[in-house]
């Protein structure tokens, strides 16, 4: 079991930069693949970022490479998406979710965090 609470979304303008963390609850954070997802006003969820166990492995959204990054600290229990050159189509609720595959497909994913809102005005 694994609770998840994102942090860090707000209003940034275009070519700015925003950190998400989500932290989450417990001591089997580390055995979880984590990734982020978001989703803008009626679009549907796309995924983002997905980080493996001891961080070897990570993967990323074409649109999001080169400006956002992944990373995690198992022993915070955290992980991070670090985003620059924000972009207004970047806009939308950003969540964490964890499972135990490496899976680019939301539906895979057992445990969501509540979402945190990020919004980028040109």
Same mark, same amino acid.
Not at 4 to 12: D, I, P, Q, T
Not at 55 to 62: E, M, N
Not at 92 to 120: E, P
């Given at each position: 079991?694994?609770?998840?609470?994102?942090?860090? *979304?707000?209003?940034? $303008? #275009?070519? +700015?930069?925003? @950190?998400?963390?989500? %932290?989450?609850?417990? =001591?089997?954070?580390?055995?979880?693949?984590? *990734?982020?997802?978001? $989703? #803008?006003? +009626?679009?549907? @969820?796309?995924?983002? %970022?997905?980080?493996? =166990?001891?961080?070897?492995?990570?993967?990323?959204?074409?649109?999001?490479?080169?400006?956002?990054?992944?990373?995690?600290?198992? %022993?915070?229990?955290?992980?991070?998406?670090?985003?620059?050159?924000?972009?207004?189509?970047?806009?939308?609720?950003?969540?964490?979710?964890?499972?135990?595959?490496?899976?680019?497909?939301?539906?895979?994913?057992?445990?969501?965090?509540?979402?945190?809102?990020?919004?980028?005005?040109?």
């Amino acid at each position: 079991q694994v609770q998840l609470v994102e942090s860090g *979304g707000g209003l940034v $303008q #275009a070519g +700015g930069s925003l @950190r998400l963390s989500c %932290a989450a609850s417990g =001591r089997t954070f580390s055995t979880y693949v984590m *990734g982020w997802f978001r $989703q #803008a006003p +009626g679009k549907e @969820r796309e995924f983002v %970022a997905i980080i493996s =166990r001891s961080s070897a492995l990570t993967d990323y959204k074409d649109s999001v490479k080169g400006r956002f990054t992944i990373s995690r600290d198992n %022993a915070k229990n955290t992980v991070y998406l670090q985003m620059n050159s924000l972009k207004p189509e970047d806009t939308g609720v950003y969540y964490c979710a964890a499972d135990q595959s490496f899976s680019r497909i939301g539906a895979t994913y057992d445990y969501w965090g509540q979402g945190t809102q990020v919004t980028v005005s040109s």
